[in-house]
T-cell receptor, first 108, second 113 residues
């Protein structure tokens, strides 16, 4: 069965303390992996799409990487405004499968 | 500014009542989607539509209905057959299909009285 697992469920970081969020997947035929950011009570906002192993994309303090089994979202020197839930979604041959998210809190 | 507008932000349903959630987009996107979000679970697809007057069931369509009479609009009705409707409902759109990035609305929180 196709599955997407995100870890950790929650992460607390001090401002400036870099870390990584993990999204591991088992799907039959990866056609794309997506990262979204979701603030409380809001809809998710698109961050990145990755299509093949070895691909990397960056945006400000965020960098997403992809292997054949997992993706990492690296957060460098995070700020309190980076606090949010980060969702991973994988597109297999016919649908999008979402993980349960990692809730990130960055405190001053 | 282009985007997706969901209304209302909060909605309360009485037992036996049907309620309708509104979703409008001005992005000129062909594809529109309804997702349900519950605490501790990933987003689950209810219905999707890739063209006007056509839509398909997602993974959890039972107890829900939709229509797509206009490209801009994709309302979701939560019927009385949906026994556990309390959730955060998200409408989304993409240019043509699910292999592209999704643009989400701000969501509707539905609760049962």
């Amino acid at each position: 069965e196709d599955q997407v697992t995100q870890s950790p469920e929650a992460l607390r970081l001090q401002e400036g303390e870099s870390s990584s969020l993990n999204c591991s997947y088992t799907v039959s035929g990866l056609r794309g992996l997506f990262w979204y950011r979701q603030d409380p009570g809001k809809g998710p906002e698109f961050l990145f799409t990755l299509y093949s192993a070895g691909e990397e994309k960056e945006k400000e303090r965020l960098k997403a990487t992809l292997t054949k089994k997992e993706s990492f979202l690296h957060i460098t020197a995070p700020k309190p405004e980076d606090s949010a839930t980060y969702l991973c979604a994988v597109h297999n041959t016919d649908k999008l499968i979402f993980g349960t998210g990692t809730r990130l809190q960055v405190f001053p | 500014d282009g985007g997706i507008t969901q209304s209302p932000k909060y909605l309360f349903r009485k037992e036996g009542q049907n309620v309708t959630l509104s979703c409008e987009q001005n992005l000129n996107h062909d594809a529109m989607y309804w997702y349900r979000q519950d605490p501790g679970q990933g987003l689950r697809l209810i219905y999707y539509s890739q063209i006007v007057n056509d839509f398909q069931k997602g993974d959890i369509a039972e107890g829900y209905s939709v229509s797509r009479e206009k490209k801009e609009s994709f309302p979701l009705t939560v019927t009385s057959a949906q026994k556990n409707p309390t959730a955060f409902y998200l409408c989304a759109s993409s240019i043509t299909g699910v292999d592209e990035k999704l643009f989400f609305g701000s969501g509707t929180q539905l609760s049962v009285l």
